[in-house]
């Protein structure tokens, strides 16, 4: 255990504190033959939250950062070194991998909660066009910012580590911090006793970490990622599929910053019928890769050569799908392929990102990419957030955004429930910020799944029909509009 | 926003480097209403129907190219079309109806056949070309008697045929598919050797059978509307024989036009014929033999019998 910031005092919702406070005390309830040790009913918080991610650091940071909720007894438990992350830096033309994009709507909830000012901003790129293409058909549609941003930004890359030190910084900086116990793993989930003191615990769920300590829980969040052990625990069961495809990440050094400069960014995705590969531009002259393939392409892709890789990535923004298919069949030699088809592809220099000249070394990774969503986001003394509510496919950029949205509607729910003197882990509580959130990911969830499977077909009329949909809607400038208003977070309350 | 590019300027990125891409940024680059210069996709499609007028005809693309209006791509189509079925001996009309009819679709098609494979891949790279002078006929006579070389050789021989006749592509506008044609009608004389079949007008249509089958290409499917012109034991024979056979073997077989020729010339051509899944047809001058000689028997028998009479 590492506590951040020492507890002013272990106890603090008033409920809890009473509860608590008279059972050690022992003013209070019945004389029990057991003898429970005082510290592990003084393991007893509010909140705890399994998972040190985005969602979770988001969620401490809003409810430590609102003065109704500021009082609650917060516990965190994370399985990295939160303490790497808190002093994780990079030099300024070297990326992590693991980047995401983050919507207007995110970064303002993120500035409300104090946050914003943490991030190193020098590492966070606004981008304002979209060019998002057919690779069969190469029709295309082009988005540029929301009327709603008065600059103009559609969404902000941000690399994960970035947006986790932020918090952290935000979090050491709040009055009372949060109880960490991190590089901890969960052992066992299984709910509580009863007291010495008499009280019935038996609701309540308790952490066991594998260094011993139990965390006992007004309210368990389940912010630890798609394979969630708190999810498991409630018994939530999480439907969906996986896609067969992985999505396949690195940092690229182009050739430029692109045609607008530093100021006027551009983020380029064309969907293959392999899956769509996205250029999302970082600060200067590089961007964030992201390439969902199937599991074959991205085993070759990891496998190639530098030189190679920066070709099949060039080639993959540029060349037709007969060219991309037999390229990956080879194991090299793509570079001299691609400058051959170069010769014989009339394409357009305008709507291509910039050329790839390099790839950044060791950040070629991948992913298997799925579709998941729990049955229900809460249940007695447990909620879920973020990854551990759904899993995404990352072809919108959605699945942050999706958390972060789950953290703003929960701290809110939250909130509400202490003004109102309500226990925050009951069902009636809780009930608020599943109804906000369900309706909304699914709908999120299901089309993005329906544009992956839209796009998955290489030939035949269903071409046709979706590059003329595509046209449509390039063409209606208010359906357009609408679609990213939607995307960037600000449209309307559709659920 | 203070960008260094206003939205209305010119990209950077997008000045093109060689004066092909030029054109086509000439071509399809159109303002839009926020002033923005966006360039429409450049796609196979699209680029074979550009549109222009017979009055400002666009420079040609490769050399020897002539760039057509749709309405003369059609009349071309149509008018060679019909001009060959009645004179089959119109090479020439042949070629510009295949050429005409080749887009949209069935040329690219072909192509992608050829680019989603590694020898497709490298002919196209080298775009070799087949002359008399490029495979030296006297070194093909001096291979083993079983192998491509020589089969081709005494196909030619037997014949009376040159290579070098093949006319070169004009109303193709990608000058690739461009070459993915030339490549085929040279490879054509290659089709007759492999097959056995000869270049009478039967043997013609068979041939044009099986690379229908092969290539889907539209002009060789409509070549074999020649059925009808031809006699009726020739129309029985290619219904009974023929016919099957080239779509068996044009729809089982490797695409043909894969086949490096000029690397294959030592292959003995039975494993060749294999490897590509083709099976020979009875051959067309045995039976067209055979059939002759047993009419003039026929003939003179009567004869006889009438003088006898």
Not at chain 1, 290 to 307: D, G, H, Q, R, Y
């Amino acid at each position: 255990m590492r506590p951040l910031v020492s507890l002013r005092t272990p106890l603090l919702c008033h409920s809890c504190s009473r509860l608590v406070w008279r059972s050690v005390k022992g003013q209070r309830g019945y004389a029990t033959t057991t003898t429970t040790t005082t510290a592990s009913e003084r393991e007893i918080y509010d909140v705890v939250c399994v998972g040190g991610g985005p969602a979770g650091l988001s969620l401490l940071t809003a409810l430590r950062s609102n003065p109704t909720t500021s009082s609650l007894r917060i516990a965190l438990v994370e399985a990295q070194d939160l303490s790497k992350v808190a002093s994780w830096s990079l030099p300024q033309d070297q990326f992590s991998n693991r980047c995401s994009s983050l919507t207007p709507s995110s970064a303002r909830f993120l500035n409300t909660i104090g946050a914003w000012s943490h991030m190193e901003r020098s590492r966070i790129q606004a981008y304002q066009e979209m060019q998002v293409w057919d690779g069969v058909s190469g029709s295309r549609i082009s988005f540029d910012g929301p009327s709603t941003s008065q600059d103009g930004v559609i969404a902000y890359m941000i690399e994960n580590l970035n947006l986790q030190r932020g918090l952290l910084k935000r979090l050491s900086e709040l009055r009372d911090g949060v109880n960490i116990f991190d590089t901890a793993r969960v052992s066992s989930i299984s709910h509580g006793s009863v007291l010495s003191s008499g009280h019935d615990l038996t609701s309540w769920p308790v952490v066991t970490l594998s260094s011993g300590t139990s965390l006992t829980a007004r309210l368990l969040v389940g912010a630890d990622g798609a394979n969630s052990p708190v999810r498991t625990f409630a018994d939530i069961p999480s439907r969906g599929w996986d896609y067969g495809r992985h999505g396949v990440v690195a940092t690229l050094q182009l050739s430029d910053e692109g045609w607008g400069g530093a100021d006027f960014k551009t983020a380029y995705q064309r969907f293959l019928p392999t899956g769509p590969i996205a250029m999302l531009p970082l600060p200067g002259p590089f961007a964030s890769l992201v390439w969902s393939t199937i599991p074959s392409n991205a085993a070759l892709l990891k496998s190639l050569s530098p030189v190679d890789f920066t070709s099949m990535v060039n080639a993959a923004f540029r060349l037709s799908t007969v060219d991309l298919k037999y390229m990956h069949t080879l194991s090299s030699g793509q570079t001299s392929e691609y400058s051959w088809r170069m010769e014989h592809n009339p394409h357009d220099p305008f709507p291509v990102p910039p050329p790839v000249t390099g790839v950044q070394e060791g950040t070629v990774a991948s992913f298997p990419l799925r579709l998941r969503h729990a049955d229900t986001y809460i249940s007695p003394r447990v909620v879920l957030i973020g990854d551990a509510a759904h899993t995404v496919h990352p072809l919108a950029g959605q699945g942050l955004n999706a958390g972060q949205g789950d953290v703003q509607s929960l701290a809110s729910t939250i909130e509400y429930a202490v003004s109102h003197g309500m226990d925050i882990g009951s069902m009636l509580a809780l009930e608020k910020y599943n109804a906000e959130r369900y309706f909304e990911n699914h709908a999120v969830l299901g089309v993005c799944d329906k544009l992956h499977k839209l796009y998955s077909v290489g030939s035949g009329p269903v071409v046709g029909l979706r590059s003329l949909g595509l046209k449509a809607v390039s063409a209606l400038r208010p359906v357009k509009d609408f679609l990213m208003k939607q995307a960037s977070g600000n449209g309307f309350k559709l659920f | 926003m203070t960008s260094l590019f206003p939205r209305g300027a010119i990209r950077p990125s997008s000045i093109a480097s060689t004066p092909r891409q030029l054109a086509i940024i000439a071509t399809h680059t159109q303002p839009t209403h926020r002033g923005t210069a966006v360039a429409t996709p450049v796609d196979d499609n699209i680029q074979t129907s550009r549109r222009f007028s017979v009055l400002n005809r666009p420079p040609p693309l490769y050399p020897g190219h002539i760039p057509l209006t749709r309405l003369e791509r059609v009349s071309l189509a149509l008018g060679s079309g019909i001009l060959s079925l009645r004179n089959p001996y119109r090479a020439d009309l042949i070629a510009a109806c295949g050429e005409a009819l080749s887009v949209p679709y069935f040329i690219y098609r072909l192509r992608d056949a050829m680019l989603s494979h590694p020898v497709g891949r490298r002919i196209l790279r080298d775009r070799p070309k087949i002359t008399s002078t490029s495979l030296s006929l006297p070194h093909l006579r001096s291979l083993p008697p079983n192998s491509l070389g020589r089969t081709y050789v005494n196909w030619l021989d037997r014949e009376h045929v040159s290579p070098d006749t093949r006319l070169p592509v004009r109303f193709i506008d990608d000058e690739e598919c461009a070459y993915v044609m030339q490549r085929y009608r040279e490879s054509h004389d290659f089709y007759h050797s492999l097959t056995g079949l000869p270049t009478v007008r039967e043997g013609e249509v068979a041939l044009k059978a099986f690379e229908f089958a092969n290539t889907l290409l539209p002009m060789t499917g409509f070549a074999c509307l020649s059925v009808f012109t031809m006699k009726k034991q020739e129309r029985k024979r290619f219904w009974e024989i023929y016919g099957p056979w080239a779509v068996r073997n044009g729809v089982n077989a490797e695409e043909v036009i894969n086949v490096y020729w000029e690397e294959e010339m030592a292959t003995n051509v039975d494993v060749l014929r294999k490897r590509l899944g083709i099976e020979t047809p009875p051959d067309m001058r045995d039976i067209r033999k055979r059939e002759r000689d047993q009419r003039r028997k026929e003939k003179g028998e009567r004869e006889k019998m009438g003088m006898g009479v």
